[in-house]
């Protein structure tokens, strides 16, 4: 990426949705339908295209408190369907602390994001590559995987960069909302390819039939 952390927008319009995170350099479809959110789509897309995700963090149904920390995106694919509804595809851009929410006449919510604490996502550095074949990360993956009856090309991950590998692992995998925050606030690449690894081998141990993970 070629942006810096100054580069990006200080003010961004935010879609609030549990269970759903994005990572920077992910890739994120969504199908839009409220009347709110379809009006943010259409003026991010007369802007800069670029809108925040975040996850909740309890209060009131109808405007509940938001996660501190979100990812915004940019949107790079979009699609009218003849119902009227958006398909549209987020890529991860680069992750932000909120810095307050604005009072807005906008119907959907708009935030202060502060990027910089999270300019390393910004950065050309690559830490993947290397093979995993044997790593403590690639064993729990596999038992995670049989587990579950998916398969992934294990010659194509091998050689993946580690951070994409991890990243659309963190994304794509049924973890919980509480779950999929710490994966997203992890500060390093390190940090969060450890408690992904932390979280499939806690699946591994739980086994019963079902799927639920835990990192409490």
């Known amino acids: 990426m070629d942006a810096t952390a100054v580069d990006l927008p200080q003010v961004i319009p935010i879609f609030p949705l549990d269970g759903a995170v994005l990572l920077p ?12 959110y379809l009006n ?30 979100g990812c915004a995106g940019k949107i790079t694919s979009f699609n009218e369907a003849s119902d009227g509804t958006y398909l549209i595809t987020l890529t991860g851009v680069c992750r932000f602390a909120l810095d307050g929410e ?13 990027f910089s604490p999270f300019a390393v996502d910004l950065s050309e550095d690559d830490d993947g590559g290397e093979v995993f074949e044997d790593s403590r990360f690639a064993k729990a993956l596999k038992t ?4 579950q009856d998916l398969a992934i090309d294990w010659q194509s991950a091998a050689v993946a960069p580690l951070e994409s590998l991890v990243n659309s692992l963190a994304m794509g995998l049924p973890f919980s909302p509480a779950e999929k925050q710490a994966l ?7 940090d ?3 408690i992904l690894t932390t979280l499939l081998e806690i699946d591994a141990q739980n086994w019963d039939g079902d799927t639920s993970t835990s990192l409490q």
């Not at 995670?144 to 587990?147: D, I, P």
């Not at 997203?184 to 390190?190: C, G, N």
């Open 25 to 36: 350099g992910g890739e994120l479809p969504l199908r839009i339908f409220e009347p709110r």
């Open 102 to 114: 604005l009072a807005v006449l906008t119907p959907y919510r708009q935030v202060r994001a502060a």
């Open 192 to 194: 969060r390819t450890e």
């Open 40 to 69: 943010m789509i259409d003026d991010a897309m007369a802007a800069d295209r670029m809108i925040g995700m975040v996850q909740t963090a309890g209060g009131e149904k109808a405007r509940p408190n938001l996660a501190m920390v």
């Open 184 to 190: 997203l606030e992890a500060a390093t690449l390190a």
């Open 144 to 147: 995670y995987l049989h587990r």
